[in-house]
């Protein structure tokens, strides 16, 4: 049985696409709940989502194939929920016994989204993003054409994205070094030809309006004491404030000539203002794109 029988049979009657919406949204929803734990991913999931659709689109896949793989984009580290904070936004290198946990995220996420009626969505994704085409990714050592299609796209853009992503403990790199370190494991930490069209996207910067965003056109601000760990949504606007979930720091967001900049309100934000809100509008997006593709 296909992909859209299954979800037919799910589904049924008239209520088909609308059940098929509020399905997506919940798991996306969850998901970036999770990604909310930590200040430094702010984007991360739509940016690797929205890389994925282009890399998927750009290999000439189906339009229900682009939209499962961008789903499942967004979905692929539902499983970081387990991972505690302290190793989380740990700012050293991780041990050995550290990174033994990071490993288990793959299947923790697998396992929370197994019983969901949209599971066969994300599963390659999830379980599967950091398999390696040298057998040497986790967590199951799966080499070459074992590694499933979704997941050897979303490997690349992933990996690409934290490259180019701040963390604690670094600067995100320019966009020419981390195409050039793909280039370089090819064939060995990324796949080959996914790869190759990759780093032509970057190369022809059709990936720069992506990186360092957090939705189409909304650049991550800068907090001064953390770096760019500022979200502002689609709906904010002048006036509105943004918080820096590392610091605590509270900003307003101010006109400027070019656009909006985020200014130092002087002062720390309240457990309240600090709790984790899914982005509705971002996420209703998603699925509406992805919806649409995988039902018409």
């Given amino acids: 049985m296909g992909l859209l029988q299954q979800l037919s049979a799910v589904l049924g009657g008239g209520q088909r696409r609308q059940h098929q919406e509020d399905l997506l949204t919940s798991l996306l929803v969850m998901a970036w709940m999770v990604e909310a734990r930590d200040p430094y991913t702010g984007g991360h999931l739509w940016r690797v989502s ?12 189906p339009a229900g194939e682009v939209a499962r793989i961008a789903i499942g984009a967004f979905l692929h580290d539902l499983g970081k929920v387990s991972i505690p904070d302290h190793i989380l936004g740990k700012k050293d290198r991780l041990t050995d016994d550290e990174f033994a946990v990071i490993k288990t995220h793959p299947e923790v996420g697998w396992r929370m989204l197994a019983g969901h009626p949209l599971a066969v969505l994300a599963e390659a994704a999830i379980r599967a993003h950091h398999e ?20 050897r796209i979303v490997g690349i853009c992933d990996a690409f994205d934290a490259m180019t992503s701040t963390r604690p403990y670094r600067r995100g790199m320019p966009i020419a070094k981390a195409l050039e370190i793909i280039r370089e494991n090819l064939g060995r930490q990324f796949d080959r030809a996914f790869g190759e069209v990759f780093v032509a996207l970057g190369e022809a910067g059709e990936l720069d309006h992506i990186v360092g965003h957090t ?19 689609r709906t904010q606007g002048a006036g509105d404030h943004v918080y820096c979930h590392a610091c605590t720091g509270v900003y307003v967001l101010a006109e400027q000539a070019g656009g909006l900049t985020a200014v130092q309100a002087g ?12 982005d509705t509008d971002l996420i209703a997006q998603v699925v509406r794109d992805s919806a649409r593709a995988l039902l018409n």
Avoid at 52 to 59: C, P, V
Avoid at 215 to 233: F, Q, S
């Fill in 50 to 61: 929205r890389f994925s659709r282009l890399l998927a689109e750009k290999i000439g896949l």
């Fill in 132 to 151: 390696t085409p040298d057998g040497r990714g986790y967590p199951r050592g799966l080499a070459g054409e074992a590694v499933p299609l979704d997941a």
């Fill in 215 to 233: 939705d189409e056109g909304i650049p991550l601000y800068d907090c001064v004491m953390c770096g760019p760990t500022l979200v502002r949504r």
């Fill in 267 to 278: 002062r720390t934000a309240s457990p309240a203002e600090l709790e984790p809100e899914a």
